[in-house]
């Protein structure tokens, strides 16, 4: 059986990239297509077979790829994948545009339908720095974008959603059925070492502003509570300028030093509205409560008063009273380490290649009709 995997970028490291290691593992043969490889920001996929758009030949794309989003969707349908039994896209935008044959089985991991044209396009332009001349034309480019997101929608034969959050968008975008599968977990590395808390609060995020973590920056800066922020991104400068000095900002840090975060926090804190939060099973799989924002995937992550507690308005008031509740509650470790194994990397592999599997056996992938 001859597979491709499509992924949008590679050009950062996040849960998008753990998805895309684990569909690796299942098909160790599949090349890679993505619009575009930084090899500096992810070096340890050097041995892989990754192939590329004409994107990848324009300079500075890796770097401010996002002033190219105008060519994405013909750079995706300039790929030509013939002769290929199965297809995996798995996306967040623009890998479910692929052109294929009309004998290859597409399936979209769909990490979300395109937020920022959906249902975060006002969070958008509320909080990103966007110039002023990109603010005229972009209601244009969205209305535009809408239209490209639901017509390739129509090359999909199936849908995977990542959480019911997920699902509902897809099916409201889309007008789609689709499975839930939740994201893989390594529950065998994230895993609790036995030893007490060091006291301190802890954050992993990527540093964008959608994020919010200026809440997390605010709170933390009333309370003057320890907290680590493990990551990277444009916020980065705005965030340290803004927070007082029991707050650490530590980069992105290898996943061995922050299985090490995440044993010794008191807590993982998570302020954003996420279609899922693999962040947050990750805490949970090393024994660690989570307190979070009771939004999108959030919801089905963390059990109320069991293995975290969430908090109800996104400002640092509300996250500050939170904290000010959790410090006088007590969790057990060991059932917030079992909750996690819902999200395990052998779980996700067993329902993947079951579904993969009797969707190959019907024999027939009709595509839905328009529309």
Known sequence: MRVAIIHDYLNQFGGAERVLEVLHELFPAAPIFALVYDKRALPQYAGWDIRTSFLQKVPFVKQG??????????????????????????????????????????????????????????????????PFPARWILPFWARRMRRWDRQSALKVAHFIAISRTVAKRIENYYQRDSVIIYPPCDTDFFKPDG?????????VSRLKSYKRMDILVGAFNKLGLPLKVAG??????????????????????ADEKLLKAYQGCKALVFCGNEDFGLTMVEAQACGKPVIAYYRGGAKEIVIEGKTGMFFYEQTPQSLAQAIERFSGLRFDRSYIRESSLRFSKEKFKALFSDFIAKKLSAGQFPLPRDI
Not at 195 to 203: E, I, M, N
């Open 65 to 130: 790829y996002r002033n190219f989003v105008f060519l994405f969707p013909r750079a995706i349908a300039s790929f030509k994948l013939r002769g290929y039994d199965l297809v995996i896209s798995n996306t967040h935008a623009w890998g479910k545009g692929i052109n294929l044959d009309g004998d290859t089985l597409h399936i979209c991991y769909c990490l979300t339908p395109m937020r920022y044209i959906w249902d975060l396009y006002q969070d958008y332009i509320r909080y990103e720095h966007i």
């Open 195 to 203: 030893s007490l808390d060091s006291g301190y609060y802890l954050a």
């Open 232 to 253: 990277e991104g444009p916020e980065l400068k705005r965030l340290r300028q803004d927070a007082n000095g029991n707050i650490e900002f530590t980069g992105r840090i």
